[in-house]
């Protein structure tokens, strides 16, 4: 419930700090939820994102965040090796990498945008995996955005 509050409420915000605030702790609650679901390829996509916004938030330098971001999606993939249980895990990817490159997006709206595109990934995945809360929000993410 908490993924979903955060989700129903960073798109009203006008402030990115803001956004990637929200977003963080709706990060921890998705990589809880999915690990507690044994969905472990979502659960490091998820923590995953959560150091993307933790960088965010703190490194000003272009240079070494997109360091940090290579760094990052490497390290996305590899976790993706080591917890693959077959398509779920291709479309857990696949979202997590779309969510990623969201995040990279210059303003709230482009974001929002590039979230739409990578919520299809996300939906099979928790109808996959019976993920209901993730469910939900991809729902809602999909007909509000």
């Keep these: 419930m908490i993924g979903l509050?955060?989700?129903?409420?960073?798109p009203f915000l006008?402030?990115?700090?803001?956004?990637?605030?929200?977003?963080?702790?709706?990060?921890v609650a998705f990589t809880l939820q999915f690990s507690v679901l044994g969905a472990s390829?979502?659960?490091v996509a998820c923590g995953i994102s959560l150091a993307q916004l933790l960088i965010a938030l703190t490194v000003r330098d272009r240079g070494v965040r997109s360091a940090l971001n290579i760094?990052?999606?490497v390290?996305?993939?590899?976790?993706?090796?080591f917890t693959w249980v077959g398509i779920a895990s291709l479309f857990a990817a696949s979202g997590g990498i779309i969510n990623m490159s969201a995040r990279n997006q210059p303003s709230p709206m482009r974001m929002k945008?590039?979230?739409l595109?990578?919520?299809?990934?996300?939906?099979?995945?928790n109808i996959m995996g019976g993920a209901l809360s993730a469910l939900t929000v991809d729902l809602i993410s999909v007909f509000t955005t």
């Design 5 to 10: 509050a955060c989700v129903m409420t960073w």
């Design 14 to 27: 006008r402030c990115l700090r803001r956004v990637i605030v929200v977003q963080s702790v709706g990060a």
């Design 41 to 43: 390829t979502a659960a």
């Design 71 to 73: 760094a990052r999606l």
């Design 75 to 81: 390290t996305l993939l590899t976790l993706v090796l």
């Design 113 to 115: 945008t590039v979230f």
């Design 117 to 125: 595109i990578g919520s299809p990934f996300w939906l099979a995945h």
